[in-house]
């Protein structure tokens, strides 16, 4: 490995968030380009545009020898948020053109006489009902009126409405109807964009399938377009690589897929964070882990088992207080992600006299109290700054300094109001923050069913390191990983995503059946055919692997855990069993040896490797001694420390240095504890043994 | 020892995460829909005086009755009788439950071989015996004996192992005992991950530091209620409305409150309401407290702070024994789940006047049907437990919500799969255009849910109100419409059937629930026309409303 004279190609991530682009340019012989840069919506492809040409230069490389091109982004959320889609009609099962209306129902805030349900994006106006209905068997009662189509297509013409969801009854496991509409629909309308929800979620839920098709629709326009524009900027500068479209899953879309089915990339920013931490955990040798994403807003955790990010099928756009039923549900394959409103500007309140971090953030603008922009709250990096963990001359990237006064003045407000100290305000938002992020780590690990001892925790996002050796602490985790530009640590990942359909698929089968194996073999045999033909004609069929799995529950119950099956072959519904009890039993004590067990939902996952990474980070490690630095940091029970400060380009490969210290760099800072033994690893990460777990 | 307030904090925060992770695991383990898909369940964790240290955000009926369960099964079982992965369950409605399907559960917590408190939850069941399917029929009902299995305080699981004596006399006295026994199973799967997090806290902080910390927040979320309390002048607030009637050919019922407010502290009394009745739906005295506490919280601290004893402290909740509110064994409770908005709206009727922006105008009462048959084609029996909430009622700066309960988080369960587990077939679910209260702000719609019966021989034992007596407006805003239930609508046998009432129903049968409407607030006169122009538009008020309401003219286009 090393680097090599001859750059054979490179490849290029760009990851839009909601305030900036960050672009990252790997060439071949691991040399990494970035660029972190404003996301004006008006401009952003002349923005990118501009800044790859930049990069490519800076590089010494020309457009052609780019061959893989990836992208990230939050354009969708965004769009929702700001309510920028079309206007949708809604086509529903008469009796059911509520449907968006009503919802679940839930109180999501229940004593609060103020709350209001979720705005859905189709109004009643523009939900509209036909004459069908079939069942939860899958049988027809009443057929399809497809006169009643030809009025609404009518209307719809009037109406100049241009795009239309479809969703009707039981259409996960029958959706004759549907596609009967659709195609109805545009023959009267050929110009019409129909969306039919068994094409979008084959959830037997009506409102959650609905709503999924409904925002697939949304954003169909807005992204389709935004894709296709971004496509044809590559050839401008010489790129002939197809441009590819990160997915919440993790996985990759060719743009025109994306396009297709964009409901399924509106995570695809935070998921590229979570394969950054798969990406340098597996270089470090680890492959169990918990990802820890902490930015200025909120922070993500997730877990990867065996060197996969576990997945889920539900989530909520627009969500409040990370409560259930205040968003807008989705139902597409994602990466499982807890999110919670707690970064580097949450403010800290008081709450009865008692302190309280968040989810209020002072994003941006005006930011923390210390950027000195006019915030007078202290919020968690005012909190960072003062108890010495960063460096005020230094932050992002010394882009700005930080101001020292406006922090004290914003803690020793607050800390009247709680009658603390300054140090010991500050010290309590620290912890304070911690137990939340806590409590993300422990509802995707513990909750989940995983013991997050057997845990490797990799830290991601410009806040995350400061808090890292702390949380492992908490949770009883032995090591700790900072990967290289964890400070933008999404595009990075982006680099490590992989082409893959991800399919799941209903199949009730009790496993004491005695064809159980039979029907759940066949079931596998033809999802891998439907994946196999979806990647036809998209991507190489070469050196593809397959991943399988099924969602167990005893007989009767409503929710299933997800257990691996083996990669290919027939499974063994005995070991199946077993593994299901154990799990079981691993998180509800018990296990009911009484009552059958029911497999529901089947996975698979087709992936194509890449070649074994080549990438060599060029910035591993210098070969001097780094100078003496110190500052003095605040280390609870013992407090103020005078701690060595480091630069982390000054570190040496495998040369261990005792906590408690501080390493520094452009985008994040890392805290190492007291007892804790920081060591750089070859892959360029920091790898942080924790000294002593509680 | 005492624990400074980030200490506090951190404690505070994980009693509440640890309700979360029991209510988490409940729902994830159990077998009925009303459990899993509608939430009608609750969790708390007490300290070893049995003082309600946090509960999670479910039922407030099962939650206000916890603290008084927990200290009746130990009255039962002595806590130093207790050992770690018991598990005591009672329905007893006259110490807690309030009616016979709710069962509670609770097991020690131990940390270190220590007793440090308890963790309890709640379930509805789908069936508990008795004369109707499902347990809640109200009419012919006139003693607890005859609406199923009353269980007192019992232990059923002791030291992980089931009394499968206790078991199997539960399997033979309902009439659907996977689902029943199911839902029990997972309240023991919920327990075991509640005691053990919670055993886990103790240990890492020692139970001194915990206790002085509960106290503390306990201590500090009294007087936050207390200071809400104290900024309301003193007075008595008087308000009485009534229930239709508990059956057909059946008088209405009485129902009145006076709400108190001395200083710091608010009376609720409820004396003044009628006696007992003989039907089912009478409403015990831990139950009327359950809504007064959610009634005072939402008017006080609302979803600030996480429910716990001390906010109960300013509350004193009474009603003369023998009354509607406060009946005497054996009065039967079973159909009192309809009471439950109720109490909050006679409360809300009592303050309303006075303190217009912490309330809303009447809500639409929910509906609680339950069907009972055999499918034939399997020789199973069903139980189709289901319920509909109606509209929450006008606020004073904004409009009711459409089709959401005023007071519990319960959710829809997803008419696919009701479908697919019961020989039904849901036929419309839907707004129902005028039902919202005129007023400057509007009440919420109400819904309608039709249901077709795809076998024969079905009981229906039918539970809602506001057939008879719509629901106030507040400050001169309109009442909300009244509610219906039709047998075979739009047909030529089309028949009303009573809010309260067991009926057979033959194959084909449709019945149609129509909610009724909520309350506005203030006069119609004052709405912005801009907005009346919007809800004709989005067809929740319709042209002649607009007109006859709002005395605005609009084109039926």
């Given amino acids: 490995m090393g680097a090599s004279k001859l750059k054979t190609g490179a490849q290029l991530g760009i990851d839009v968030g909601g305030t900036f682009v960050d672009i990252v340019l790997r060439t071949d012989d691991g040399c990494e380009h970035s660029d972190k840069l404003l996301a004006e919506p008006d401009k952003l492809i002349q923005v990118i545009e501009d800044s790859v040409a930049k990069l490519l230069a800076g590089a010494g490389i020309e457009g052609s020898d780019v061959y893989k091109v990836i992208h990230a982004t939050t354009r969708g959320c965004n769009a929702v948020l ?47 009902e036909v004459t069908e209905r079939c069942m939860a068997d899958g049988s027809v009662r009443t057929k399809l009126i497809e006169e009643e189509l030809r009025l609404l297509a009518d209307e719809f013409q009037q109406k100049n409405i241009t795009s239309v969801v479809v969703s009707f009854m039981h259409s996960y496991i029958a959706p004759e109807h549907e596609r009967r509409a659709k195609a109805f629909l545009l023959e009267q309308c050929p110009e019409l964009e129909v969306t039919i929800s068994s094409d979008v979620s084959l959830q037997g839920r009506e409102y959650e399938r609905t709503s999924t098709a409904v925002v697939n629709a949304y954003l169909t326009p807005v992204l389709g377009a935004y894709f296709r524009d971004l496509a044809a900027m590559l050839p401008r500068l010489g790129i002939n690589s197809q441009l590819w479209i990160m997915q919440s899953s993790g996985g990759l879309a060719t743009a025109e897929q994306a396009a297709k089915a964009p409901v399924s990339t509106l995570e695809s920013g935070p998921a590229a964070g979570v394969l950054a931490s798969t990406h340098f955990g597996s270089l470090c040798g680890h492959k169990d882990l918990l990802s820890f994403d902490m930015g200025g807003t909120t922070a993500k955790t997730a877990i990867v088992e065996a060197g996969v990010p576990s997945k889920t099928t539900y989530f909520e756009l627009e969500r409040s207080l990370n409560r259930r039923g205040s968003g807008l549900p989705v139902d597409t394959p994602t990466i499982d992600l807890v999110e919670i409103g707690a970064g580097g500007g949450s403010i800290a309140e008081p709450r009865l006299g008692i302190l309280n971090v968040g989810p209020q953030s002072a994003g941006a603008q005006p930011g923390p109290s210390c950027y000195g922009l006019g915030g007078d709250k202290p919020t968690v990096t005012d909190a960072n700054l003062l108890l010495g963990y960063l460096n005020h001359e230094r932050f992002a990237g010394g882009s700005m300094s930080l101001d020292l006064e406006s922090a004290n003045k914003a803690m020793d407000t607050l800390a009247s109001q709680l009658d603390l100290d300054r140090i010991r305000t500050a010290w309590g938002i620290y912890e304070v923050v911690n137990l939340e992020m806590e409590r993300a780590l422990r509802l995707v690990s513990i909750d989940r069913g995983f013991d997050p001892r057997s845990f490797v925790l990799v830290c991601i996002g410009g806040a995350a390191a400061v808090h890292g050796s702390y949380l492992a602490r908490a949770l009883g985790i032995e090591k700790m990983i900072v990967p290289p530009g964890a400070g933008v640590g999404s595009a990075i990942g982006l680099l490590q995503a992989l082409e893959s359909v991800e399919l799941a698929q209903s199949g009730q089968i009790l496993l004491d059946e005695a064809d159980a194996s039979e029907r759940a073999n066949s079931i596998l045999k033809s999802m891998e055919d439907n994946a196999r033909k979806n990647i036809e004609g998209s991507w190489s069929d070469k050196d593809l692997s397959v991943r399988r799995a099924v969602g167990l529950r005893y007989a009767g119950q409503g929710f299933e855990l997800k257990v691996g099956l083996n990669e290919s072959g027939d499974i063994d519904i005995e070991q199946l069993a077993e593994s299901f009890h154990v799990r079981y039993e691993q998180n509800y004590g018990y296990r009911e040896t009484s009552l059958s067990i029911e497999a529901v939902t089947w996975y698979l996952t087709v992936t194509r490797e890449q070649e074994v990474s080549h990438s060599q980070n060029k910035l591993a490690g210098s070969d001097k001694d780094f100078e003496k630095l110190t500052r003095s940091v605040y280390l609870g029970d013992a407090g103020f420390v005078d701690t060595l400060v480091i630069d982390r380009s000054a570190l040496r490969v495998g040369v261990p240095i005792n906590g408690p210290c501080i390493i520094e760099e452009a985008y994040t800072t890392t805290l190492v504890l007291p007892d804790d033994v920081l060591t750089l690893d070859a892959s360029g990460a920091l790898v942080i043994e924790i000294g002593s777990t509680e | 020892m005492t624990p400074d307030n980030l200490t506090v ?65 130990i009255e039962y079982y002595p806590p130093e009788t207790l050992k770690p992965r018991d598990l005591i369950i009672m329905n007893d409605p006259y110490i807690g439950s309030g009616h016979l399907p709710d069962v509670f559960a609770m097991s020690p917590v131990f940390a270190a071989e220590t007793l440090v408190g308890f963790v309890c939850c709640s379930v509805h069941v789908t069936d508990i015996g008795g004369s109707t399917p499902g347990s809640q029929g109200v009419v012919g009902v006139t003693d607890l004996m005859q609406e199923g299995l009353l269980i007192l305080p019992t232990l059923l699981y002791r030291d992980g192992e089931a009394n499968q004596e206790v078991l199997r006399l539960i399997e033979s006295n309902v009439r659907v005992p996977e689902l029943v026994l199911g839902d029990i199973s997972a309240q023991r799967a919920a327990l075991h991950v509640g005691a053990f997090k919670m055993g886990e806290l103790y240990e890492k902080h020692g139970e001194k530091l915990v206790s002085a910390a509960a106290e503390i927040f306990i201590d500090r979320s009294e007087q936050a209620v207390r200071a809400e309390l104290a900024a309301i002048p003193n007075g008595s607030y008087s308000f009485e409305e009534y229930l239709d009637d508990m059956g057909p050919e059946t008088e209405p019922v009485l129902m009145a409150v006076t709400v108190t407010i001395e200083d710091d502290s608010i009376t609720y009394d409820f004396s003044g309401s009628a006696k007992q009745v003989a039907a089912s739906i009478n409403c015990t005295l831990t139950y009327t407290a359950a809504y007064c506490y959610w009634a005072t919280k939402a008017i006080t601290t609302g979803d600030s702070i996480p429910q716990n004893e001390g906010q109960l402290r300013p509350i004193t909740v009474t009603a003369t024994p023998g009354t509607f509110f406060n009946p005497v064994r054996p009065a039967p409770v079973g159909g009192r789940a309809l009471l439950n908005q109720r109490i909050v709206e006679l409360i809300f009727g ?208």
């Fill in chain 2, 350 to 557: 009592a303050l309303g006047p006075a303190f217009p922006e912490r309330v809303s105008a009447g809500s639409g009462q929910w509906v609680n049907p339950i069907f009972g048959g055999t499918d034939p084609d399997s020789g199973r029996r069903f139980i189709f437990y289901d319920y509909a909430t109606s509209g929450v009622g006008a606020r004073l700066t904004k409009d009711g919500i459409d089709s959401v309960s005023p007071i519990v988080s319960v959710e829809n369960i997803p008419i696919e799969a009701q479908e697919a587990k019961n020989p039904i077939l849901v036929e419309r679910f839907e707004l129902i255009t005028d039902s919202g209260g005129a007023g400057r702000t509007r009440g919420g719609l109400a819904v309608r849910k039709d249901i077709r019966m795809l076998v024969g021989n079905v009981n229906l034992s039918n539970l809602t109100d506001r057939h008879r007596f719509p629901v106030y407006g507040l400050d001169g805003g309109m009442p909300g419409t009244l509610g219906a239930t039709i047998l075979n609508p739009d047909t030529e046998v089309e028949e009303k059937l009573q809010s309260k009432g067991n009926y057979n129903l033959r194959e084909n049968d449709v019945v149609s629930f129509v909610c009724s409407g909520s309350g506005g607030f203030g006069s119609p006169l004052e709405r912005d026309q801009e907005l009346v122009y919007e809800d004709v538009r989005e067809g929740k008020v319709s042209v002649e409303a607009a007109r006859e309401f709002y005395k605005v003219e609009l084109d039926e286009e």
């Fill in chain 1, 82 to 128: 700001e309510r920028k889609g079309p206007d949708i009609a809604l086509i529903t099962t008469r009796g059911f053109r509520d449907v968006l209306q009503i919802g679940r129902a839930l109180r999501w805030s229940m004593y609060d006489v103020q709350m209001d349900k979720p705005t859905p994006l189709v109004p009643r106006s523009r939900s509209f």
């Fill in chain 2, 9 to 73: 904090a951190v404690i505070w925060g994980r009693l509440a995460a640890i309700c979360e992770e029991i209510a988490e695991a409940l729902q994830h383990t159990a077998f009925s829909d009303q459990v899993r898909e509608g939430g009608d369940y609750s969790t708390a964790v007490f300290d070893v005086d049995a003082r309600l240290l946090a509960q999670a955000n479910r039922s407030p009926a099962h939650l206000g009755a916890m603290p008084g369960v927990v200290k009746h099964m």
